[in-house]
């Protein structure tokens, strides 16, 4: 598989929370990121439920979060994707089963109900939004015959954007050779809006509040300003100074812009880095080779949970079999996380690409 369209390993949006659009607190410039060993696992009762970090950063880990709630005929299919919550708290995590391509669960991990048939089978990237009076979610699907799209949280249709329009606005893939295949969206601080074909043209496209189109930034590469798979991509606003994050992933490093577009600058020390959310001064980043970063305001490591080199050889010996073999998996160690996000109380839930899908639950303990 190819690494650039595929999820693969080398070897084979006050305290809100992720993919809500978020007006928050301080970043600093980029540091060397540092990598302290801050899990410990601690068995609870029934051996279902794990203590994992350490410090401020100290979660129970519930995994298959969610799962008891689903109906029989309610599937994850291929993969779990994206992870969302919007303003009441209700959890949204994008699919490749069926129904739909969204299921919506309420805090206690009830199913609340399911949506976005408009990418039935191959959801990917989510994000939500208020807009005036409503909130809004956007979705990316990870296909190349299907279009970004938004939606209410009722699942109506307001727009869709796919490769064509794409191309009308950019002219992008008049070059040849070059695919489309959308992976996520990210919000800019004056309504405007980033379309992210990570897998694809590895451009991420911009439009302005009024759904027109401003400018497509990137292209393959590896030099500043330059993606190999912009697999997720955020408004960081840390600082006071609102910019775009790019998880840069084939790139294993992070690539901050300023709003007109400009490199400003580039973390490396990833592994795979898949997505990204913030809340107050932290950086949350899962990064597909079986960990999840946290970073603090001045991008220094506070908190790399499940991480262990032994338990990441196994994740990805022999062409990613681990995502098809759960009776492998160890309680209080992640697979192949490709989204997280915060909610208000803090804390994380983690969506895994693996087969038939996982979501965990990381329970803020201190």
């Not at 978020?22 to 899990?39: C, E, G």
């Not at 950019?170 to 295949?181: F, H, K, L, N, T």
């Not at 880095?273 to 970073?295: E, F, K, S, Y």
Request: net charge negative.
């Amino acid at each position: 598989m190819n690494q650039n369209n595929q999820e693969t390993s080398p070897s084979a949006q006050k305290n809100v929370s992720r993919r809500k659009f978020l007006q928050t607190t301080s970043i600093a410039t980029a540091a060397t990121l540092a990598t302290p060993f801050f899990v410990h696992a601690e068995k609870k009762s029934g051996g279902s439920e794990t203590i994992i970090g350490s410090g401020e950063h100290t979660y129970r880990c519930i995994h298959n979060w969610g799962n008891d709630s689903l109906p029989a005929d309610h599937k994850y299919g291929n993969a779990s994707h994206g992870t969302a919550v919007d303003e009441q708290g209700l959890i949204y995590i994008t699919h490749y089963g069926n129904p739909g391509s969204v299921f919506v669960f309420d805090a206690k991990g009830q199913l609340v109900k399911t949506l976005g048939d408009i990418h039935a089978g191959h959801g990917h990237g989510i994000d939500i939004r208020r807009e005036g009076n409503q909130e809004f979610i956007y979705l990316s699907p990870s296909e190349s015959n299907l279009s970004f799209a938004k939606i209410t949280l009722d699942g109506e249709v307001v727009w869709q954007r796919g490769q064509d329009q794409l191309n009308k606005d950019s002219g992008v893939y008049d070059a040849p050779g070059i695919r489309y295949r959308p992976t996520n969206i990210s919000f800019r601080p004056d309504g405007g809006y980033y379309l992210g074909d990570g897998y694809g043209s590895n451009y991420l496209f911009e439009y302005d509040k009024s759904d027109k189109f401003v400018q497509a930034l990137g292209g393959k590469g590896n030099a500043n300003g330059q993606f190999s798979t912009p697999h997720g991509h955020w408004l960081d606003t840390r600082s006071g100074k609102p910019q775009l994050v790019v998880a840069d992933r084939a790139n294993k490093r992070l690539q901050w812009f300023n709003l007109d577009g400009s490199h400003a600058k580039t973390l490396d020390g990833f592994l795979f880095p898949a997505d990204i959310d913030t809340q107050g001064d932290l950086m949350l980043v899962p990064d597909l080779h079986a960990r999840i970063t946290i970073l603090d305001k001045d991008n220094q490591t506070v908190a790399q949970l499940g991480d262990d080199e032994t338990w990441r050889a196994e994740v990805l010996d022999g062409n990613n079999k681990m995502r098809a073999s759960p009776e492998k998996w160890q309680a209080g160690k992640f697979v192949h996380p490709h989204d997280a996000c915060f909610d208000k109380e803090g804390n994380i839930f983690v969506a895994e690409w693996v087969v038939g899908g996982r979501v965990t639950k990381l329970e803020k303990v201190s």
